[in-house]
């Protein structure tokens, strides 16, 4: 499952990733505001967003 992860927090935003990968899923990208998260659903096609 390709998932994107979204918080302003570097810190949140990077354990969540890594929890999700750790679990098996495809963490194709991290952003930390609304257009960085418009920008890599566009490119990225996720699965799954975690806002």
Known sequence: MKVVVADDSMLIREG????????????????????????????RNPDVVIV
Do not use: N, P, Q
């Not at 963490?27 to 566009?42: I, K, P």
């Open 16 to 43: 969540l990733a890594r929890l999700l990968s750790d679990a098996g899923c495809e963490v194709v990208a991290t952003a930390e505001d609304a257009e960085g998260v418009l920008r890599e659903v566009a490119l």
